[in-house]
C-alpha cells in the first residue's frame, strides 16, 4: 500500500505558473502508475495526467496538453505537476492518485492523496 501527500497548492492570477507535488510513503514508489485528477466544485473528478512508473511514457487530457507537464522523481518517491499558463477554469482541488497495473490510462487507480487546492483568478 502507498500514502500520498499532496503540497504546492494556491492561488495564482491567470497566465501564471504553479506545482504542485505529491510525496507518497513506501518503498515501491517506481512501480506504480501515477496519476493527476482534478475536481472543481460541484463538478466531477477528471482526468489531468498521467506518466508511467520510469517516466518514460506520458498522457494528457486535451484541456491541458501544451501547458502542464507531469513527472517524476523515483528517488525521492515525489511525482511533479508544472502547470502554465494557468486559467480560471484549472480552478479545482487536484489530487494525485497511484496505480498498480501499469497502464498510464485514467482510470483504475487504486490509491489517491487528499488534494491540494489550486485557484486561479482572472
Known amino acids: 500500500q502507498v500514502q500520498l501527500v499532496e503540497s504546492g497548492g494556491g492561488s495564482v492570477q491567470a497566465g501564471g505558473s504553479l506545482r504542485v507535488s505529491c510525496a507518497a510513503s513506501g518503498r515501491t514508489f517506481s512501480s506504480y502508475v501515477m496519476g493527476w485528477f482534478r475536481q472543481a466544485p460541484g463538478k466531477e473528478r477528471t482526468f489531468v495526467a498521467a506518466?508511467?512508473?520510469?517516466?518514460?511514457?506520458?498522457r494528457y487530457a486535451d484541456s491541458v496538453k501544451e501547458r502542464f507537464t507531469i513527472s517524476r522523481d523515483n528517488a525521492k518517491n515525489t511525482v511533479y505537476l508544472q502547470m502554465d499558463s494557468l486559467k480560471p477554469e484549472d480552478t479545482a482541488v487536484y489530487f494525485c492518485a497511484a496505480r498498480r497495473k501499469l497502464a498510464v490510462v485514467p482510470d483504475g487507480y487504486d490509491y489517491w492523496g487528499q488534494g491540494t487546492q489550486v485557484t486561479v483568478s482572472s
Open positions: 506518466i508511467s512508473e520510469r517516466g518514460f511514457t506520458t
